[in-house]
């Protein structure tokens, strides 16, 4: 995928705009799951999940995306959070995932595996680029 | 451990988080919990850098990695694929733009086509620009609507509004790339071009403040501006409008491409600012404007507050916007709607009220002057009106542009042992206008006692000498020649005791000139046995420009010698044995009565005499110089012009009062937003203050003398260019007087100027006026001591041949006919008195002279005179310079006679 990626700076201007929006759309998508991922290993304060998730090649996100999207997560119950006193600076927000986050985690990795295995029979009878 | 924080570091993250809140509503998160978590990544952040303290700029520093964007579709692609580096690692690769974040993650700017940029840069730089040319060049809109430059600062300030769109469309082209300028100034916004940024917000800001002014200024004008549009000029009307929608959309432009965090306050502030300070310059200039109009009002009004309301505008008007309404300036289209025109009459009443000054006798508003036709102002130091209202009128109105005085000869002959002088003023005036044919009017203050009795004008370079005739026969051919054929006529008529007004019209434009001559008769003063004083005309009012440089060329001739003439005379040979003085001399001085000149008369010529134009042959008028004994008031009623022209004046006259008998009882009646009745010692503590209505301690200082038989009213004023009150009270006391015991009124003015009251009271044997020949304080020591001293005068009547005399005497001397125009010219004032109408006009015609009853014209050809039942002066009857003796007269006469007759055939020749 990396090397795809790479690549689009060799095509087509026009070409690179469709490549451009395919992204963000695919972004868009994995980002809750990256976070329901990351609170699935283990419970993590915000500025050490969102340190993790920036980290994340490809991802593209940033802190200022992150927040928005924790709250709204929030909200809709399937994250919950609870502060804690740290010695070295504010209380911590810490993020934990509720069952209902666990079970739309665990959905959304099935329908993902089922998506890129028929993307991936689809790749194989077309042949690497 | 936790990093402090400056206060102004905890204000700056607070307000941009505020800034925030709307953008997280908008996400559907819970936007108090977001900002709370930003709060603490902030902090978190501050304690990671090992920060010792977290200021303002490590904030904005922070807080650029974390402000969210709304949502994640708003990754500019354009965006992602201008900062995806070419070369780098993988990771690098699928990284979008982070640096800076806030940049990378904004909103797509609003889309603008082509067609709309060019749309912007003609309505909102092109356009503005080229009407706020237009109308500094040529004040079109100043004379038709208003004047909507009134100041530099004004031109100023609406220069801002097509260099701020310029400046907000250039940065988008640079900085968006040839390809696409919706690329926002986002470039623009980063380091180092915030600061430009900055600047860019203010200058929108002023942009729009100052469109929406004029905007709002130029709505009821727009139906007529839309109409005109297919005359281009509708555009013009249309500009500010057009600049204000064009200002609002790049202002709405610069929002919506508007980095988040903390440079969304401060652009916005620098929006209000630029905003606000244009306000505040308009406003402020605009405010001593309508403050001057508001209290106008109310001054002109019959209340108590006017008076108050006065006193405002001597201290605070806006001069400029006072002296713009005496010229029928519009103020504004609003204004107009409102209030109405502005009356021009009263305008010019409260200009003198407040200033204490003719209102055209200061230069013309400063800002018609600077601009328009500048070619010729570079000759013309006056400026004026480029419409001429008073155009026929019998009042010298304001002064009209492109006018002035070309040139003044001066040539004066005079008698001192008979006591007449005679002056040639030959004038010659200059139109620079390129267009307008012009009307130069003036007022003139003749001699104490003169008249006008000869009139020429030049015509194809022929002199051409005027009709002598009824005061409204007169005029009515001038109109009819000057206004409706527009041809070449001239026309003096009388304008109170002592003045005339003269007119001649069209003085073609393009530097064209019209040459006249006016002949005065005047006799001299004696303040002496031995003494006779020659004084001179001068302009008293005047519609046209004199040049500073313009010197007045002035000869006299006399047949005795000037005691001790002041400094500035040359001696010069004379004629026959004359004596002869010359001077060149600037308006101002010619003004001042300090050049009158003394000269010598033998005290043993006490009878002198000249043929008269009786039409009895044994007639010739008689002078005899005599004594007349003193003869002291009763009461002293000194009535004290308050205006401001006066405070340097009043020493002179304290000192004057003072050589006063201490048995003369005075009071002052100091006229100064209403009477104040005061002790002479408290004169020299006057002080003058704008321009006063005379006529209330007129009126208080008559009431005053006439309650003693004998008593004397003496009123000293400065310029009365406006009868602010009705004087008709004061012309009934006045005109009542039948005993010579009641009050009478002596009139002296400080200097030269307009003087209404006098004006009206004219022809009244109760008013007479003082003659200037020195300073203040010497003229009033002379009238004071001639209440206590014989004084000299010329007396001066008409004898027949009768049973005793059939000649005149002939140890008495002889001297020109002069002094049968002065005789003439009393006998017609009796007769005017008398309302013996016909008679006075008959009399003036036949010695040819201007008084009351008669006037002088003259037209271009002798078929206008027909048609107008005149007849112009025969050339041999006229008075010249010199005057020749008898026999050189006849040859003259014979010559002037040949060539009168020339002339007429050729004139009458088809």
């Known amino acids: ?129 | 451990m936790t990093t402090p924080w400056t206060p102004t570091a905890r204000r700056e993250l607070e307000s941009i988080l505020d800034d925030l809140r709307p953008t997280l509503t908008e996400t559907g998160a819970d936007p108090d919990e977001v900002l709370d978590d930003l709060r603490r990544h902030v902090s978190e952040e501050a304690s990671a850098a090992r920060l010792t303290v977290v200021t303002e700029a490590d904030v904005r520093r922070l807080v650029e990695r974390v402000a969210p964007t709304p949502r994640l579709e708003d990754f500019g692609r354009r965006q992602h694929r201008n900062t995806l580096p070419s070369s780098a690692s993988p990771r690098t690769h699928l990284e979008p733009p982070t640096t800076p974040a806030s940049t990378s993650t904004s909103p797509k700017p609003p889309s603008t086509g082509k067609a709309a940029t060019i749309a912007l840069w003609i309505f909102g730089v092109f356009l503005p620009a080229v009407t706020l040319m237009y109308e500094a060049v040529t004040g079109s809109c100043a004379a038709e609507l208003f004047d909507p430059l009134p100041t530099t600062w004004h031109a100023f300030l609406v220069a801002t509004v097509p260099i701020g769109n310029a400046l907000v469309l250039w940065i988008r082209r640079t900085h968006g790339g040839a390809g696409n300028q919706d690329t926002v100034i986002e470039s623009a916004y980063q380091s180092p071009m915030r600061r430009s940024a900055t600047w860019l917000w203010a200058a929108n800001g002023t942009a729009v403040a100052v469109s929406s002014f004029y905007a709002l200024a130029f709505v009821p004008a727009m139906p007529m501006a839309l109409i005109a549009v297919v005359f281009v000029l509708g555009l013009f009307a249309l500009a500010p409008m057009a600049a204000w929608f064009s200002s609002m959309t790049l202002r709405r432009w610069l929002s919506k491409s508007m980095i988040r965090g903390a440079e969304t306050r401060r652009l916005r502030y620098a929006w209000w600012a630029g905003f606000a300070l244009a306000g505040l310059g308009l406003v402020g200039m605009a405010l001593p404007t309508v403050q001057t109009r508001h209290y106008s009002r109310v001054a002109a009004g019959e209340t108590v507050a006017s008076t108050a309301a006065l006193r405002w505008l001597r201290t605070h008007g806006n001069r400029e916007q006072l002296l713009r309404d005496c010229y029928g300036y519009r103020p504004g289209i609003w204004y107009q709607l409102v209030a109405g025109n502005t009356d021009i009459d009263a305008a010019r009443r409260l200009f003198f009220q407040v200033t204490g000054q003719p209102f055209n006798a200061v230069p013309a508003p400063k800002a018609i002057q600077s601009r328009r036709l500048t070619g010729f102002l570079a000759n013309f130091d006056v400026g004026g009106v480029e419409w001429d209202a008073g155009l026929g009128g019998d009042t010298v109105a304001g002064l009209v542009r492109g006018l002035s005085l070309a040139s003044s000869r001066m040539d004066v002959v005079c008698d001192p042992d008979a006591a007449w002088s005679y002056t040639e003023w030959t004038l010659e005036f200059r139109n620079d206008h390129p267009q307008q044919r012009r009307e130069a009017r003036a007022q003139i203050q003749l001699p104490h006692g003169g008249v006008v009795s000869r009139l020429t004008l030049w015509v194809d370079g022929e002199e051409r000498e005027a009709a002598f005739a009824g005061r409204s026969d007169t005029r009515d051919a001038y109109r009819k020649v000057a206004v409706v054929e527009r041809r070449d006529p001239v026309l003096v008529t009388t304008s109170g005791p002592d003045r005339v007004l003269l007119q001649c019209f069209p003085i073609p434009p393009g530097s064209g000139t019209m040459k006249v001559r006016l002949g005065i008769t005047a006799p001299m003063a004696l303040i002496a046995a031995d003494r006779a004083v020659l004084s001179w005309p001068v302009f008293s009012e005047r519609n046209f420009g004199i040049r500073q440089t313009l010197r007045h060329a002035t000869w006299v001739e006399s047949s005795r010698q000037p005691v001790q003439p002041r400094e500035g005379w040359s001696p010069s040979p004379g004629g026959e044995g004359r004596t002869a003085l010359r001077g060149e001399w600037s308006e101002s001085q010619m003004a001042d009565a300090l050049h009158a000149v003394v000269f010598s008369r033998s005290s043993s010529v006490a009878d002198s005499w000249s043929p008269s134009r009786s039409e009895s042959r044994d007639a010739w008028v008689h002078a005899r110089v005599q004594s007349a004994p003193p003869r002291s008031p009763s009461r002293l009623a000194l009535v004290l012009d308050g205006s401001g022209s006066m405070t340097e004046h009043f020493p002179a006259i304290a000192e004057a009062v003072a050589s006063l008998p201490k048995s003369l009882p005075i009071t002052v009646f100091a006229a100064k937003d209403g009477v104040q009745r005061l002790a002479p010692e408290a004169i020299p503590l006057l002080k003058g203050e704008g321009g006063q209505d005379d006529v209330p301690a007129l009126l208080a200082a008559w009431e005053w003398a006439a309650e003693v038989p004998g008593s004397q009213v003496v009123w000293i004023h400065g310029p009365y260019p406006t009868v602010i009150g009705s004087i008709e009270q004061l012309r009934q006391r006045l005109d009542w007087r039948t005993d010579s015991a009641d009050p009478a009124l002596l009139d002296l003015a400080v200097q030269p100027g307009p003087n209404r009251i006098v004006e009206a009271l004219d022809g009244l044997d109760s008013v007479s006026v003082v003659p200037r020949l020195g300073t203040l304080a010497e003229d009033l020591m002379r009238l004071f001591a001639s209440w206590q001293e014989p004084t000299y005068h010329s007396q001066i009547s008409l004898e027949h041949a009768s049973a005793t005399t059939t000649v005149p005497d002939p140890r008495w001397h002889r001297t020109a006919g002069h002094l049968a125009r002065l005789w003439a010219q009393s006998e017609i004032r009796r007769l005017w008195r008398d309302r013996r109408r016909n008679e006075a006009t008959a009399l003036a015609n036949r010695y040819q002279l201007v008084t009351p009853a008669s006037g002088a014209v003259v037209l271009e050809t002798q078929a206008q005179f027909t048609q107008a039942g005149l007849h112009p002066a025969d050339p041999t009857t006229v008075p010249v310079v010199p005057e020749p003796g008898l026999p050189r007269l006849l040859a003259i006469g014979l010559l002037a006679l040949l060539l009168f007759r020339r002339r007429v055939r050729l004139v009458r020749r088809p």
């Open chain 1, 1 to 129: 995928m990396v090397a795809r990626v790479a690549d689009s700076n060799e095509i087509e201007p026009r070409m690179g705009d469709f490549f451009d929006n395919w992204t963000v759309q695919v972004r868009k998508g994995l980002i809750e799951l990256c976070v329901l991922n990351a609170l699935a290993e283990r419970e993590r304060y915000g500025y050490e999940l969102v340190k993790t998730l920036v980290d994340i090649p490809g991802l593209g996100i940033t802190e200022g995306t992150l927040y928005p999207l924790l709250s709204r997560l929030r909200l809709q119950g399937l994250v919950s959070t609870r502060l804690e006193e740290s010695t070295e600076g504010p209380a911590r927000k810490y993020y934990n995932l509720t069952d209902e986050g666990r079970a739309l985690r665990s959905q959304m990795l099935v329908y993902l595996d089922e998506l890129n295995r028929g993307a991936g029979i689809l790749r194989k009878r077309g042949g690497n680029a």
